[in-house]
Every structure is written in structure tokens, then in C-alpha cells.
């Protein structure tokens, strides 16, 4: 799905902060960040680490809190909710693929993707999820029967199978070689593509910025660039 920049945003966010005390130390993860992202994009965040951009996608799916600063997210402020009302937005809104798999042992890819399903609104069924992933031939395999690119997929398939509006992947090919990176990434465009979902990349790996319909570079705590790449590539001519 192409962005509509005409649209207003769907995301919104506005003079984010984030400050962590140690001690009598307050270090400043996030400073003052401003980002809109429009419906249908995907994004790739670029910066070292400690720039702050593993935290700023923590508190877009409010598994962290801002000190500072609004998200607003198709207009609704999100950086005033309760927990309960955390957990509904995470539960029914988002999807979200780390760097581990973080996958049940002692289930297979298909029981994996329907702990997911089971609690959404309007799930697909997890041989779906999994069959847009390229993995309908292994739904009943446990994850030690799974290569890293083929666990990465199943948690990619968990993550979109409650179809999510907003798709946040943390270092999601943090772990694997380069050539089963691209099959992942090859793995989120096209999932991304066809349930329409918002995509953000985290990853300190510069060739994947060549995939995204925007890149954004951290540094310190702030966002010190946004461009947009006029024809972004496929994963398959990515290399690095």
C-alpha cells in the first residue's frame, strides 16, 4: 500500500523526551524529537547505538513513557493512557518484531502465531499469516526444527496476523547473515504491502535505508535528518 501523504497523519509526534536518572546522573535518550508518518509508509531509522532510536520506538508502542512530549496517533493522544488502555492500543493496533524471535519453544509456528490470534478482533488464520511469510509447508515445526531466518518469519507472521495498523521491527535482522536478512526483509515488504501496515525499521545497518520510502537519522537523542528515497529499492538488490 503507497502512502497517501495528502492524508493527515497517522502518526504524530511532537517534542519527545526521554530522560533516565542513574544515580545523580540523568542521561537524555530522546530530545525534543518531532516525526510525522504518513498511513502506508515504511520507514528505516538509522543511527548508533545509544542515538536513541530503539527508545523512541519503545514509547510509539507504549512499552515505555515519554518524560516529555506528545504521540498522536490518528489524532488520539496516546501519551496519556492508562496501562489498560496501553495494553487495548498495543493489543488491537500494533505489531511488533525484535530482534530475538521470542518464540514458545514447545509450540510450533503455527500454535506461535495463534497465541496472537486468538486475542485479536479481526485475525487471520495462522496458516495464512504464516503462508505470506513463504512458511505454509513448515506450520507444525518447533522452533528448534527452525533455521534463525525461519524463526524470524514466524514472528513476522505473529506480528501480522492480527493485522496491525502500525508495524514496529526492532534490529530485525540483528541476528541472522546477510543473505537470510534479505529473505526477512524481503518477508516484512511484501506482509507490509498486503495487510497495508505502517512499517518502522529500527537498525544500525545503513544498506537497509535503500528499502524505505523514508529514512531518519539519529544522533544523540534527536532526529538530525529525514529524507526520502525518490525509487526505493527491493531487499533482494539490497547487499551489505
Known amino acids: 500500500?503507497?502512502?497517501?501523504?495528502?492524508?493527515?497523519?497517522?502518526?504524530?509526534?511532537?517534542?519527545?523526551?526521554?530522560?533516565?536518572?542513574?544515580?545523580?546522573?540523568?542521561?537524555?535518550?530522546?530530545?525534543?524529537?518531532?516525526?510525522?508518518v504518513a498511513a502506508g509508509e515504511l520507514l528505516?531509522?538509522?543511527?548508533?547505538?545509544?542515538?536513541?532510536k530503539t527508545t523512541f520506538l519503545n514509547i510509539l508502542g507504549t512499552l515505555d513513557l515519554p518524560s516529555?512530549?506528545?504521540?498522536?496517533?490518528?489524532?488520539r493522544e496516546l501519551t496519556d493512557l492508562d496501562e489498560r488502555a496501553r495494553t487495548h492500543f498495543r493489543r488491537h493496533h500494533l505489531g511488533f518484531v525484535f530482534q530475538f524471535f521470542n518464540l514458545m519453544p514447545s509450540l510450533t509456528a503455527r500454535e506461535n502465531v495463534a497465541l496472537v490470534t486468538e486475542i485479536a478482533t479481526r485475525p487471520m488464520a495462522p496458516e495464512e499469516a504464516l503462508q505470506m511469510v513463504g512458511l505454509g509447508h513448515r506450520l507444525d515445526h518447533f522452533p528448534a526444527q527452525l533455521s534463525g531466518g525461519e524463526q524470524q518469519r514466524v514472528a513476522i507472521a505473529r506480528?501480522?496476523?492480527?493485522?496491525?495498523?502500525?508495524?514496529?521491527c526492532d534490529e530485525p535482522t540483528g541476528a541472522l547473515d546477510s543473505a537470510t536478512g534479505i529473505v526477512v526483509l524481503?518477508?516484512?515488504?511484501?506482509?507490509?504491502?498486503?495487510?497495508?501496515?505502517?512499517?518502522?525499521?529500527?537498525?544500525?545497518?545503513?544498506?537497509?535505508?535503500?528499502?524505505?520510502?523514508?529514512?531518519?537519522?539519529f544522533a544523540d537523542g534527536r532526529v538530525v535528518s529525514v529524507t526520502r528515497n525518490p525509487q526505493p529499492v527491493e531487499p533482494a538488490a539490497l547487499s551489505w
Not at 495528502?6 to 524529537?33: C, D, F, M, N, W
Open 68 to 75: 516529555s512530549g506528545r504521540i498522536l496517533f490518528r489524532g
Open 44 to 52: 528505516v531509522l538509522l543511527g548508533p547505538s545509544g542515538s536513541g
Open 159 to 168: 506480528a501480522i496476523a492480527k493485522r496491525p495498523e502500525l508495524l514496529l
Open 1 to 36: 500500500m503507497k502512502a497517501d501523504i495528502g492524508q493527515p497523519p497517522l502518526l504524530s509526534v511532537r517534542g519527545l523526551g526521554k530522560t533516565y536518572r542513574v544515580g545523580e546522573i540523568e542521561i537524555h535518550a530522546l530530545r525534543g524529537v518531532d516525526l510525522q
Open 186 to 217: 524481503e518477508a516484512l515488504r511484501q506482509t507490509s504491502r498486503e495487510i497495508g501496515a505502517t512499517t518502522l525499521i529500527v537498525t544500525h545497518n545503513a544498506a537497509i535505508a535503500a528499502m524505505a520510502d523514508r529514512v531518519v537519522r
